[in-house]
Structures are given as C-alpha cells and as structure tokens.
C-alpha cells in the first residue's frame, strides 16, 4: 500500500509548481500523512483527570482518578478503524479524518479537546509548519522514489517521549526518471 501511496503522489506533485498552486491540493499527501500519523503517533500516551465521579462502561471511575490512554491502541483498534487497522491505508480518509473511522475522534494524533496540542491553538503558525512539510515533501516526490535501505533489518517503534523507529529509518532515494 505504501508503494501504491507513493507513486499516486508522485503522480499528483509531477507538474506541481510551488508558486503556482497549493500543496494543500495533493490528496495523496493529505491522506497519507493522515494514515502515517494514526500508526506513528507523535505522542503514545495521554493522559486524564477524573473530574467527577463517573462510570465508563461498566466502571466506575472516582473523581482525581488519573485515565492514561494508549493512543496506539485507539489508532490500530479494529473496532473503530476495521480489519485492517494495522495497515497503512490512506484512502480510509478519503473523505475527511472525521469520517476515516466508526468514531469521528479515533484519530488522536494531537488529542482533542481543552488539553489538545498547544500548537493546535497556534493555527496560522501550524498550517504554515505543515505547508512547508508538505512542500518539502512534494519537492522530494518529484524527483525522487523513496524505498527502505537493504540495511535496515525493521521498523519497530521505539518509545521515548516520542514514538520513532527504533533503528532510525534509512531510505534509498532513487531518481526518477524524466
């Protein structure tokens, strides 16, 4: 699915000019960054205070009770993202993040609510971030045909304050031809 993922973005960048036209327009972009973001979560954990006594389900939970959450475990849970919750699959946000899922909020990337992300406040200074990703990203698709290196043996997810892979991610960029 990646491979596919990633010749549909070239496709879409090829005639792309950044002074032209949007980057924001690359639905491939859009949806895969989505996808990456769901099994690579930028953050692992969150974590909540009981306000009040309360019942989740069949539990009940006291007030000052601390929640922790494993974001990893609500973006690859098959009851919200399917069968394939495992698999790298941007088409699944196709129609929007919100709609990705069984649950508008599955995709906690930032989290959600008063505690989200601080940047999430900054907007102008978040979508400007990710407009220079995404542009850099589109420069790279352009010229290049990203695979892994023959030596880098997985990718398992090492977790520091951050998820990452655990070796670091050596990539083979192969010029395309033009």
Not at 91 to 97: D, H, K, Q, S
């Amino acid at each position: 699915m990646a491979r596919k993922t990633q010749r549909r973005g070239i496709e879409e960048v090829r005639n792309w000019n950044p002074r032209y036209r949007y980057v924001g327009q690359a639905e491939t972009g859009e949806n895969g960054s989505s996808g990456g973001l769901r099994l690579y979560c930028p953050v692992i954990t969150t974590v909540r205070e009981a306000s009040e006594d309360m019942t989740l389900g069949n539990l009940m939970i006291p007030k000052h009770t601390y929640l922790v959450m494993l974001l990893v475990k609500i973006h690859t849970s098959k009851e919200y993202w399917g069968e394939d919750a495992n698999e790298f699959n941007p088409l699944r946000f196709m129609n929007g993040i919100s709609n990705a899922a069984k649950h508008p909020n599955a995709l906690l990337a930032f989290s959600i609510g008063p505690r989200a992300c601080i940047m999430l406040e900054a907007k102008t200074v978040v979508a400007l971030f990710f407009f220079y990703c995404k542009t850099v990203v589109a420069l790279v698709l352009q010229r290049f045909f990203l695979s892994p290196s023959p030596r880098s043996t997985n990718m398992l997810p090492q977790t520091t304050l951050l998820l990452q892979p655990h070796h670091g991610l050596p990539i083979v960029p192969q010029p395309l031809n033009m």
